[in-house]
Nanobody, 121 residues
Framework: QVQLVESGGGLVQPGGSLRLSCAAS????????MRWYRQAPGKERELVAA???????NYADSVKGRFTISRDNAKNTVYLQMNNLKPGDTAVYLC???????????????WGQGTQVTVSS
């Protein structure tokens, strides 16, 4: 199996910054995409940012210019640097990765448990 563990969430004031991390472990042959989603109470899960194994990125319009996704392939870890945070960014942030467990595996989509980010004064 592949396990994803997020860290770095917390309470921050508007305008502040946080850096989330998501480390993948277990039986991993390769990781294709790595993504950050978020879900606020009463709202649908939203794709925040994504990065491919080659480093191509894309972002939700609501976070462009404020959030930066990056990854360390040697550590099977993805990061989300969040700057100029707003109350509307408050949500549980979840890590998602497409990974193959062995050569020949068709691959699967794996999820972490999430980390809470609260932006409030």
């Amino acid at each position: 199996q592949v396990q994803l563990v997020e860290s770095g969430g917390g309470l921050v004031q508007p305008g502040g910054s946080l850096r989330l991390s998501c480390a993948a472990s277990g039986s991993i042959f390769s990781i294709n995409y790595m993504r950050w989603y978020r879900q606020a109470p009463g709202k649908e899960r939203e794709l925040v940012a994504a990065i491919t194994s080659a480093g191509s990125t894309n972002y939700a319009d609501s976070v462009k210019g404020r959030f930066t996704i990056s990854r360390d392939n040697a550590k099977n870890t993805v990061y989300l640097q969040m700057n100029n945070l707003k109350p509307g960014d408050t949500a549980v942030y979840l890590c998602n990765a497409g990974a193959r467990r062995y050569n020949g595996d068709y691959g699967g989509s794996y999820w972490g448990q999430g980390t809470q980010v609260t932006v409030s004064s």
